[in-house]
Every structure is written in structure tokens, then in C-alpha cells.
């Protein structure tokens, strides 16, 4: 039975207003708006049964957490020190300003180079000590997962810490080392959603699957506002609405199934979701369900055109398609198995592998960046495809390979959010993935399984 882990970054605090550096520094408190926006998680969680709540102790998480389960009633947050913020001890209580003027280089690592930051930190001798601060927290969130996965198997938990443990907490998760650091985002009182197949252990049959990450909806904002600073384009990845053969798990492919009813409704309820962002440009699949998904989106943007390519077409699945797991596994005995545990591994009967759709879909996916970079403004773009090819996407941005496929849920319908800090050339950053709230109102993806 899978642990599910719902991961909360704290309110916005009054560090956070004034750009302040943070880390283990606890002066730092929830402001009004902050405190609206824990109350928000309790309203948007309150009918989750929840067996456990961990924090961290600094008081801008514990009040965070505090007033979540004051919402959603019936339990304590438990604290740990496993979940304090990364500890920066030479910048804490500094602005980010400063830090840039006073420590340049340690600074362009943090943004360009996280795992090689180091501090020199005095000691009472008088002697200073190496210490590398995202290597440190990475460890930290390893340590967490490794005690509670141990304590609450089968069980649903919420966890409320900080930006930097969080980014931590889901890479590791999903099989991320700390040179990831800035490829993931937490927004204050964003919502993660982690489903851990076991224990804590190596190896990717132990990793967790990512069902969302970042959800903001529930605080007011559709998606996660695009950061100070960046200038390149921010992409809207949109799994395609419902069709009857995924209704019915059937594995579709490279064979054209139109969208259904829900489907539709589906594509409707994305663009009253995405109505609110300035939309600069349009690129989806040409196959039917992607395409008729991204039109429906695009009445609420009529001003912007549509860009088709094959590119972003569903993997093929050659002798499968239009075919049930049973069929298959009857006519293809134990590559089904293969397929759903070490997929990078299965050559498609007459089909593809998943670095031929890695290989198209990466294609594609940057010509799609590099259109849109070096503009005057950000330009976002939205980019509706398949679950495959989401999914690899999803893999190559956040840095993993063919072999974490199975890791990132996409639901029917379903909104992620990549951006580009300078363009096609610069290392991109998740802001969101898999928000599907716009669906169902659910934390939760609750969108059919169906097969590819």
C-alpha cells in the first residue's frame, strides 16, 4: 500500500517581503497575508484524512502548520529539526542584494552551481570549517524520508516546512541530487503530492512518484507567479482530455482517438482555469485529442493562433495499439511487466522505445524554448501533447533519464508549469506539475488511469 505525502511550504513571511535570507534564522514571522493562506491549505485539505502532521520548528512553519490543523481539526503537528530550513550561516538575516555584493561567487554558485557552494565557517578555535549547505540539507530531507517511511506505511501525512528543505524533500524523493536544487520550485503554501510505493530505499522501484507539485490555486493564483527576474519564456504543458480509450484503459498511441464528452469538458475546464494568463503563442500535437484540447483552450485566447507538429505525437506503441493489459500480457508474455517497472528497457513490438520519444519530444520541445527566447518580456506559451510525451518532457527538465518515466503522474487535462530564467540556453526550472484542482477540486489527481 503506498504512503502519500502531502508536502506544504510555509505562508509568506516578513523576511520574505523584504527579501531576507532566511535559513535557520527565527525572527522571521507569518504575515497577515501568510496567515490567510494557511487557513486556505486547511479549507483545500479538510476533507483528507490525514494520520500525522510533521513541521519545522521555526516559526514561520509551526505557525503555518498550526493553523492548517486548526482548520482541518482532529490533529497536533509533531515537530523536527529534519525539517529546519537550509542552514546558510554566513547570509542569514542578510538581503539577497547584499549577499550578491558581498559573497559573488559563493552566490553565483547558489544560483548556477548549488552542490558546489561552500561556506568557510568560523569556529571557537578561531579556525574555519568547510561546509556545503545544499549538500547538508539534501542529506537532512534523505534522513527524514528515511524515519517517517519507517513509521507510517499505508498512511496519508502532511509535512509544512520550508522553500529549500521542500526542493529537497522531492528530489530526493523522485531521485534528484542537490545540483537540482534550482530546478524545482516551492511557492509559499504551495502543495506537493508524493506516493511512496514502500520503505526508503535506493534504487528507481523505491523512488516516489510526483502526482502534483506547486499547487497555488487554492491561495488565488491559477499557477505560480513567474519569478523576479527571470527573462526567458515560461510553457504551459497540457496533457490532452479524456478519450473512450482512455475510459476504458485501452493503449492508444500513434492510432487518432478524438476526445470524449468529459474530455471535452475536461479541455473546457482547463481553459477557464488558464483564462486569467496572457497567452503569447500555441504549439500542440497534430493528432486529434491534443489538438481538439488546445482549441477549446484557445477560445478563451482568441488571438492566438495554433502551431501543430508531429514532434509530439504519443509514443508508438506499435503492435499494442487498440489492445487491453490482458491482450498484451497474452500476446507479449512479461513485457507488460517490463514495460510498468523498467520501461526504458522495452522496445514496442513494430513501435518505439522511450528514447525514440525522448529524442523527438526533447526535438521538439526546444525549437518550441528557442522560439520564444530572447524576446523583450517573458513570453509563455502553451504546449499541449500526451502522456508520454509529457512525461518525458517532464524527465529532461528536471534533469532525470528515460529510466524515472513512471515517476510523473499527468492526468487528463492536466497543467504543468516549466520556466526558462534566460532563455533555451539557461537550466529550466519546474514552478508546477500535474495540477489538476481545476478537474475535481481535489487535491488529488482523480482523472481516469487509462493506458497511453
Same mark, same amino acid.
Given at each position: ?27 522571521? !514571522?507569518? *504575515? =497577515? ?6 487557513? #486556505?491549505?486547511?479549507?483545500?485539505? %479538510?476533507? /483528507? &484524512? ?16 498550526? !493553523?492548517? *490543523? =486548526? ?6 503537528? #509533531?515537530?523536527?529539526?529534519?525539517? %529546519?530550513? /537550509? &542552514? ?105 503530492v508524493l506516493n511512496f510505493p514502500g520503505g526508503w530505499g535506493e534504487g528507481v522501484q523505491a523512488r516516489a512518484q510526483l502526482e502534483s507539485m506547486n499547487s497555488t490555486s487554492h491561495v488565488g493564483s491559477a499557477v505560480p507567479a513567474l519569478r523576479s527576474g527571470f527573462k526567458g519564456p515560461r510553457l504551459l504543458l497540457v496533457r490532452h482530455g479524456e478519450t473512450e480509450w482512455n475510459r476504458e484503459s485501452r493503449f492508444q498511441g500513434q492510432i487518432d482517438i478524438p476526445l470524449n464528452d468529459n474530455g471535452r469538458a475536461q479541455a473546457s ?184
Open positions: 500500500m503506498k504512503t502519500r505525502v502531502i508536502v506544504v511550504r510555509h505562508g509568506e513571511s516578513t523576511f520574505n517581503v523584504k527579501r531576507i535570507i532566511q535559513g535557520h534564522h527565527d525572527e522571521s !514571522l507569518l *504575515t =497577515e497575508k501568510g496567515e490567510d493562506q494557511a487557513r #486556505q491549505v486547511g479549507q483545500f485539505i %479538510k476533507g /483528507i &484524512s490525514i494520520d500525522a502532521v510533521y513541521c519545522s520548528p521555526l516559526k514561520r512553519a509551526a505557525r503555518t502548520a498550526a !493553523l492548517i *490543523t =486548526e482548520v482541518i481539526g482532529g490533529i497536533s503537528p #509533531q515537530s523536527t529539526d529534519l525539517l %529546519k530550513e /537550509i &542552514s546558510l550561516p554566513l547570509w542569514e538575516a542578510m538581503s539577497f542584494t547584499d549577499v550578491e555584493a558581498q559573497y559573488p561567487e559563493e552566490y553565483k554558485a547558489w544560483r548556477h552551481d548549488p552542490k558546489a557552494l561552500k561556506m568557510s565557517v568560523p569556529q571557537a578555535d578561531g579556525s574555519t570549517q568547510a561546509f556545503y549547505p545544499v549538500r547538508a540539507i539534501w542529506q537532512q530531507a534523505a534522513d527524514f524520508w528515511r524515519q517517517l517511511l519507517a513509521q507510517h506505511q499505508g498512511q496519508t501525512l502532511l509535512v509544512v516546512a520550508h522553500s529549500a528543505i521542500n526542493r529537497a524533500l522531492v528530489g530526493t524523493a523522485i531521485g534528484l541530487g542537490p545540483e537540482s536544487l534550482n530546478r524545482l520550485y516551492q511557492a509559499n503554501c504551495g502543495i506537493s475546464q482547463a481553459g477557464a482555469f488558464l483564462k486569467g494568463i496572457p497567452i503569447d503563442g500555441a504549439v500542440s500535437s497534430s493528432m486529434m485529442r491534443p489538438k481538439e484540447t488546445a482549441e477549446i483552450i484557445l477560445n478563451q485566447h482568441s488571438d492566438v493562433s495554433l502551431a501543430v507538429t508531429k514532434g509530439l505525437w504519443e509514443i508508438s506503441h506499435g503492435q499494442w495499439e487498440g489492445k487491453f493489459e490482458h491482450e498484451i500480457e497474452a500476446g507479449f508474455p512479461g513485457m507488460l511487466a517490463a514495460w510498468q517497472t523498467k520501461p526504458e528497457t522495452v522496445q514496442m513490438p513494430d513501435g518505439e522505445n522511450l528514447q525514440d520519444v525522448w529524442d523527438r519530444a526533447v526535438k521538439a520541445w526546444h525549437e518550441i524554448v528557442a522560439q520564444y527566447s530572447q524576446q523583450e518580456t517573458p513570453k509563455t506559451v502553451l504546449v499541449v501533447a500526451h502522456d508520454a510525451i509529457n512525461k518525458a518532457i517532464l524527465c529532461y527538465v528536471t534533469g532525470l533519464g528515460p529510466e524515472a518515466f513512471w515517476q510523473f503522474k499527468q492526468g487528463n487535462g492536466a497543467v504543468s508549469v516549466i520556466d526558462y530564467p534566460e532563455g533555451v540556453d539557461s537550466e529550466p526550472m519546474l514552478s508546477a506539475a500535474n495540477i489538476t484542482a481545476h478537474l475535481s477540486g481535489s487535491l488529488f489527481d482523480m482523472t481516469a488511469a487509462g493506458a497511453l
